[in-house]
């Protein structure tokens, strides 16, 4: 499994399970064509506002909510071609964590 954070072309942050999607038969002509993204969650964050003057934030504590990327479907896999991607990176330890607890990853 190797759960990535994929920043899409659209501006929005997907976490998943991704695959290379490859194509061609013979392994010189092979060629990565796009991505499968298992389980993708969108991730939205943002700084919490507090009225109060007893507690300041720490600096760069954020609000961080995983929901499903594509609500109205059924399919747990979801293609996505290269040209949508605009970078894939690795995900905080804690943000991963959240996610697979969010979608019932268990480790080992």
Known sequence: M????ALLKSGETVISDARE???GEKVEDQKVCGY????????EYRRPILLSE?????????QITLS???????D???????DWIVTIVE??????EMYEERVGIEND
């Not at 499903?68 to 059924?74: G, K, Q």
């Open 2 to 5: 190797s759960i990535k954070l």
């Open 21 to 23: 999607l490859i194509i």
């Open 36 to 43: 499968i993204l298992d389980r993708p969650h969108k991730i």
């Open 54 to 62: 007893e507690r300041e934030l720490p600096e760069g504590e954020l």
């Open 68 to 74: 499903p990327w594509i609500l109205l479907t059924s």
């Open 76 to 82: 747990t896999q979801v293609p996505v071609p290269t």
């Open 91 to 96: 995900p905080l330890d804690s943000v991963k």
